[in-house]
């Protein structure tokens, strides 16, 4: 199978947990087959491999996310980086031209999109193999997949097929309903659009180059500000003559809410927490260093980082984002290639954070042009560079870099270290990379 996995979107809905640059699929709190932890897109990406371990998977994000893909799934999985944001049409056609000049994917072949976050079983990428199996046939240009619907939802625009078989022609489509009219949907056979669908590669670069002038993936990407603000839905699916669908019955969830993702947690509590005998439908999500008690609570959803303590009503938890929208913080833990790091202390001239490195892994070589930093190691050992200078490190040393001078790590073990940035002027666009020789 060829895959491109969408994956964008802040997740306000589930702050305190996931923000601007971690978003909702980057959350480690479900459980492995062997009891750790990993996240929405974790699992997506081991359950594609159980089922088609030669599958070739592009995820379509945005620079934001790129470290913390490289960081969740290693270094072998395929990017299409978005220069900029635009809608699902332009990342869907970058991503396409990425298959086609990059991966070099024959333009026959068929490519599958959905979303990089639906919790779903095996059974869902096993009705993915057939659906790119319909599509190899030609006998329709785009054919969705179409979620047979558990409820009258109004969060899903609505696929009317032309009959009832397990591959019909689509006959109409319908916008995201009143509870109401999703009743009468369903009545008349309707199945969820789950944003699921797969086409020949040739079929979406065709229809791109009708729109745009373009000559290959790297002209795309240089002229990405030009391509229109649009949908895929808009710009393509509901313009297709020849279109099928194909039904699937099978467990799928939209975890877009605290609500609806609890319902898929394995566990009541992640982190430290505890509740009493009186809580019931409680759940507890702590990343920090504290422990969380609760009480007596009945349908709660208790969630806390650094960026902040949510203690809310699980169907009001639903309403979160405006709430969330008044904040102004400065993002306080995010993943990158090379580990995470968490921000402990922020004063007006200094941020210390806490950095943890993978084993094998490194910064990039780089600079600050206004501020000094110091690193001391807490674990783990390493190696650092500053200005061509190399010298090992272990536990208690501490290593000193004026603005301007180059530096970086490298992991042997583990590595954590705290790092304190020093200067009246911090920011996270003061770096400048160099290549290490």
């Known amino acids: 199978m060829n895959l491109i996995l969408l994956s964008g979107g802040s997740g306000k809905r589930l702050w305190p947990l996931s923000n601007n640059v971690r978003s909702k699929q980057f959350i480690q709190i479900f459980r492995r087959p062997d009891g750790s932890y990993e996240s929405m897109v974790q699992r997506v990406y081991r359950q594609i491999l159980s089922v088609d371990n030669s599958a070739s998977v592009t995820v379509a994000t945005s620079k934001t996310q790129v470290s913390a893909l490289h960081n969740q799934l290693g270094e072998n999985v395929g990017i299409s980086v978005e220069p900029c944001r635009r809608d699902t049409f332009p990342a869907i056609v970058l991503a396409s031209a990425y298959l086609a000049d990059v991966k ?18 095996e059974d869902y990428f096993e009705a993915l193999k057939k659906l790119s199996a319909q599509a190899a046939r030609g006998e329709s240009n785009l054919v969705l997949m179409g979620i047979q619907p558990t409820y009258p939802s109004e969060k899903y625009g609505y696929i009317i097929p032309e009959n009832d078989g397990p591959t019909a022609g689509v006959r109409t489509f319908r916008e995201k309903p009143t509870a109401d009219a ?6 008349e056979g309707a199945l969820w659009n789950g944003g699921v669908f797969a ?3 040739k079929y979406v670069l065709e229809t791109a180059h009708r729109m745009m002038d373009f000559t290959d993936y790297y002209d795309l990407l240089e002229r990405y500000r030009e391509m229109p603000r649009i949908s895929f839905d808009y710009a393509v699916v509901e313009k297709e003559e020849k279109i099928q669908v194909q039904r699937f019955a099978g467990q799928w969830k939209d975890l877009g809410t605290w609500n609806t993702l609890t319902e898929a947690m394995r566990d009541s509590v992640v982190g430290q927490g505890v509740m009493n005998d009186a809580c019931s439908g409680v759940h507890i999500v702590n990343e920090l260093d504290v422990p969380v008690l609760a009480m007596g609570l009945h349908d709660v959803v208790i969630s806390a980082s650094p960026e902040g303590i949510l203690v809310s009503d699980k169907e009001q938890s639903s309403y979160i984002k405006p709430f969330v929208d008044r904040f102004e913080q400065q993002v306080m833990f995010a993943e990158k290639s090379w580990g995470s790091y968490r921000v402990m202390d922020v004063e007006p001239d200094s941020l210390t954070i806490k950095v943890t490195l993978g ?9 600050h042009k206004n501020r000094d930093e110091v690193w001391v190691v807490i674990s783990g050992r390493g190696r650092t560079v500053v200005d061509g200078m190399e010298q090992n490190v272990e536990p208690g040393d501490v290593v000193t870099m004026s603005a301007g001078c180059r530096h970086t790590v490298i992991a042997e073990t583990e590595l954590k270290l705290i790092e304190v940035q020093l200067g009246e002027d911090i920011s996270v666009h ?7 020789e």
């Open 182 to 187: 999703a009743r009468e949907y369903i009545a």
């Open 199 to 201: 086409y020949k590669l």
């Open 359 to 367: 084993a094998g892994s490194r910064m990039n070589y780089h600079s």
């Open 104 to 121: 070099h994917i024959d333009p026959e072949e068929p490519v599958i999109v959905c979303p990089v976050d639906p919790y779903v079983e």
């Open 430 to 436: 003061d770096k400048q990379k160099f290549e290490l």
